[in-house]
């Protein structure tokens, strides 16, 4: 019992984590707090699965479309739709929210709603840890955490783009005063955030079947995730990954499972009342954001 | 190589630059003086470019207002309208006033966020620069800048500014704040980076430290220009001595 706890925790956690990055990346970098994410990470699983089973193209080919879709699409999002209302966190809200359910419910209206849609594991089989059984696709999970993790960082300080989104992140205006420019950086970072949604959704959607559902979900978790762990904060979102992800996996098994949902939204009601910057958070403004 | 004509600058009504024009000549260190909320800062942010990118913003959603009248030059042509990051390809960069670096990331990543423009391979040759000029920072290379002191900050504030391979450096109160001690050590290293081929335009408050240096002066008051002279001339006006050295 102990040890599936600390194995299905992790897995969960890194599973939480995967998903919460690319929404706390972007609003880090730029301040928008992307809501249309949940819809971006539902259109990579459909997208995939369409690039799969309408034109019969390779896993590998079908991802990498999928990722650079889904990034150009985030790139797109900053220019045509938020440009308008930069600046005012509300209306930053609203229209990304509209867009994500605008996007969910136009799969719900092409009829996307039955058993056939799932992504294919990238290996099929299992093996045992601790005694645990664990399938592959799962330790694949926590291996594209990692990897993503590293690739932030690498990306973050090693390269002139990544740098700038850093110099922006901390002081706009002396970023911008060394000729980095605020807008090309937020469409980036829309960009970046939208490709790491497809890139978790690629992973993660071959546990489960692909429903609209999950991409109102996963927006909970990306919030639930970023407010416990202090939105702009690569740490914090790890630490908060952890916290949320074992506290579901232990209340899924001595509770039940249906109370799962509900550590999110009571651990979002706790953090706001007691700790509104997050954990590890500095925006003070974060509660009049999300 | 600046020219500056007839500028005026408002936001909503108030009027924060009155009728302004001036000139900075190649090679020159130029003071602009005058006390809190003379304009100095509104004056560099228009010359940076930075005022194009707040109106931007504030258009955007439907804040205040800001409205920029007259005519910038840099080398001949008109910059008036373009925005900050064309101004730092041309050359034209600001150090902001108090010293607002990057806090979370180190001295050295501080200046590579800056080389962000730069396609050159002369990067390197930059670095070396810098930390010629302010050796302190090669020591402090590896230090989280919001871990450094005011001064240093003020030196890597510079140091950033001076990354972007500038033509005509803005410098907004660098002195502010700073030890005696610092503030002479900075005078020096202004100096040095001038001798490199820099021209510089400095905002200053308190001027005493800073006038033997300046080749010509501005004196500004609500926005608009009161006196102009050489750093010598200014240093024997009484008016000037009366109101920014306290004697």
Redo the contacts between chains.
């Keep these: 019992m102990t040890t599936s706890i600390l194995v299905y925790g992790l897995v969960n956690s890194v599973i939480l984590a995967l998903i919460a990055m690319g929404f706390s990346l972007t609003f880090g970098i730029s301040g928008v707090a992307n809501f249309a994410y949940g819809g971006f990470y539902l259109l990579s699983g459909y997208l995939t699965w369409m690039l799969l089973n309408y034109l019969g193209l390779p896993f590998a080919l079908a991802m990498l479309i999928t990722v650079a879709v889904a990034g150009l699409l985030g790139f797109l999002t900053y220019w045509v739709i938020l440009l308008r209302v930069r600046g005012i966190a509300l209306s930053e809200v609203i229209a990304t929210f509209a867009l994500g359910a605008g996007m969910l419910e136009f799969f719900r209206w092409m009829g996307f709603v039955t058993y056939e849609f799932t992504l294919p594991c990238f290996m099929k089989g299992r093996v045992e840890i601790f005694g645990v059984p664990l399938d592959y696709q799962r330790l694949f999970i926590i291996g594209i955490g990692l990897a993503l993790v590293i690739f932030l960082y690498f990306f973050t300080h090693h390269t002139r783009i990544g740098l700038s989104f850093r110099g922006i992140a901390q002081n706009e205006r002396t970023a911008i005063s060394l000729g980095i420019e605020s807008d090309w950086t937020a469409a980036l970072s829309l960009a970046l955030g939208s490709a790491m949604a497809a890139v978790a959704a690629i992973a993660i959607l071959p546990l489960g079947i692909i429903s609209i559902n999950v991409g109102y979900d996963v927006l909970l978790i990306a919030v639930a995730v970023g407010i416990i762990g202090g939105l702009e904060s690569v740490p914090g979102i790890l630490i908060g990954s952890l916290i949320l992800g074992y506290a579901q996996v232990i209340t899924g098994m001595y509770l039940a499972p249906e109370w799962m949902m509900v550590v999110y939204l009571a651990a979002i009601v706790l953090v706001l009342a007691i700790k509104p910057s997050g954990l590890f958070g500095k925006f003070k403004e974060l509660e009049e954001r999300v | 190589m600046l020219e500056i004509k007839n500028l005026m600058v408002f936001f909503e009504n108030a009027l924060a630059i009155n009728d302004l024009s001036l000139e900075v000549h190649r090679g020159k260190i130029v003071g602009v003086l005058g006390s809190n909320s003379a304009g100095k800062t509104t004056l560099m942010n228009t010359i940076?470019g930075?005022i194009i990118?707040m109106k931007k913003?504030e258009d955007?959603?439907g804040?205040e207002r800001i409205t920029v009248l007259g005519e910038i030059r840099f080398e001949g042509e008109d910059i008036t309208d373009t925005?900050?990051?064309e101004r730092?390809?041309k050359g034209i960069?600001?150090?902001?006033e108090r010293h607002?670096?990057?806090?979370?990331?180190t001295v050295e990543?501080n200046l590579?966020?800056?080389?962000?423009?730069r396609k050159d391979p002369q990067i390197k040759k930059s670095f070396e620069f810098v930390y010629t000029v302010f050796p302190r920072l090669k020591e402090l290379r590896k230090r989280k800048a919001g871990f450094c002191s005011g001064g240093e900050q003020q030196m890597l504030?510079i140091g950033?500014?001076l990354?972007?391979k500038p033509r005509l450096l803005l410098m907004d109160e660098p002195l502010l704040g700073l030890s005696p001690a610092m503030q002479q050590d900075l005078i020096r290293a202004i100096k040095e980076i001038r001798e490199e081929g820099v021209t510089i335009l400095v905002t200053e408050q308190f001027a005493r430290p800073l006038l033997p240096i300046i080749d010509r002066g501005y004196v500004i008051e609500n926005g608009t220009l009161i006196l102009t002279g050489t750093g010598k001339e200014l240093m024997d006006n009484p008016e000037v001595k009366a109101a920014y050295f306290g004697l």
């Design positions: 940076s930075l990118d913003k955007r959603k804040g925005k900050p990051s730092v390809k960069v600001l150090s902001r607002p670096v990057f806090p979370d990331s990543e590579k966020i800056a080389t962000y423009l504030a950033m500014a990354m972007t």
